[in-house]
């Protein structure tokens, strides 16, 4: 069977999160079981005690062989680990074969969006600072994304990971010179990649995330990107989704949904 053609918005959030675990620290893999694999231009992750479903899944695999190899790949593993698929490109085979495995449907669809570099700067409310992280605040912006997603303060090393090294920006957001917010950004061959996009409870609906992908955006072009993707929870109709809409209103337009399935049902 051929192998999936992993289209090029997608190559490249595989090829950060590779990158994500490659630079964290090496005590994670000896205390926390973190690994991961790449294979057949996707990748399979595993960080065990990370809540779900990011940093515990199978990405861009579609041919039966790949599949197989990463589900065998997690045994023992432990975790919640996830297959994200896009059904509507995956073969009937491999569908059947998701079914006969008995995974079950888990949370919502995520939505993949991509946008075209902006022309000229883009701009957000002038009370809004954007500052990237060097190493002097490695610590700074993995503590601040660890407390606005809610992760376990465990995981702010396997974040800090990342600032200041070749390929990401890190980027703090402040009100009134106090962190209100983080961004992160992973650019390579024309393409970036944008994730790690919180706010601090109290700064909430202040246009803090909207500043935050704008300022990305910004640096992005400077850094010769063409193309930015993100991905989000899909929401639910009748529903406002406000990482969706905020995308959307930066410009950003969908592109497919992948579907979340619970490799190992309890």
């Given at each position: 069977m051929t192998s999936y053609n992993v289209p090029l918005e997608e190559r490249i959030e595989i090829?950060?999160?590779?990158?994500?675990?490659?630079?964290?620290p090496k005590s994670l893999a000896a205390e926390a079981a973190l690994a991961y694999l790449s294979i057949e231009g996707g990748c399979a992750v595993s960080l065990p005690f990370a809540p779900p479903i990011g940093l515990n899944r199978i990405l861009g695999l579609r041919d039966l062989a790949s599949l197989e190899k990463a589900i065998r790949w997690f045994d023992r593993r432990g975790g919640a680990p996830r297959l994200q698929i896009d059904e509507n490109?995956?073969?009937?085979?491999?569908?059947?074969?998701?079914?006969?495995?008995?995974?079950?449907?888990?949370?919502?669809?995520w939505v993949k969006l991509t946008c075209s570099a902006p022309s000229s700067p883009v701009l957000w409310t002038s009370d809004i600072e954007i500052r990237a992280a060097g190493i002097?605040?490695?610590?700074?912006?993995?503590?601040?994304?660890?407390?606005?997603?809610?992760?376990?303060?465990?995981?702010?090393?396997?974040?800090?990971?990342?600032?200041?090294?070749?390929?990401w920006t890190c980027l703090v957001a402040y009100i009134d010179k106090v962190p209100a917010g983080t961004g992160i950004m992973y650019a390579a061959d024309g393409y970036a990649w944008l994730g790690g996009g919180t706010t601090i409870a109290a700064f909430r609906n202040r246009g803090v995330q909207t500043a935050l992908i704008r300022a990305r955006m910004n640096l992005g072009a400077e850094q010769g990107?063409?193309?930015?993707?993100?991905?989000?929870?899909?929401?639910?109709?009748?529903?406002?989704?406000?990482?969706?809409?905020?995308?959307?209103?930066?410009g950003f337009r969908q592109v497919f949904v992948r579907q979340n399935y619970l490799i190992n049902p309890s």
């Open positions: 090829r950060a999160f590779l990158d994500l675990f490659r630079l964290a490109v995956a073969s009937a085979d491999v569908l059947g074969w998701i079914a006969h495995q008995g995974m079950a449907k888990s949370g919502p669809a002097g605040e490695a610590k700074l912006f993995a503590e601040l994304m660890c407390e606005g997603f809610g992760f376990p303060k465990s995981l702010a090393p396997f974040w800090a990971g990342i600032v200041a090294r070749p390929g990107v063409k193309i930015f993707a993100v991905e989000t929870a899909e929401p639910e109709p009748g529903k406002y989704g406000v990482s969706f809409e905020n995308v959307v209103k930066a």
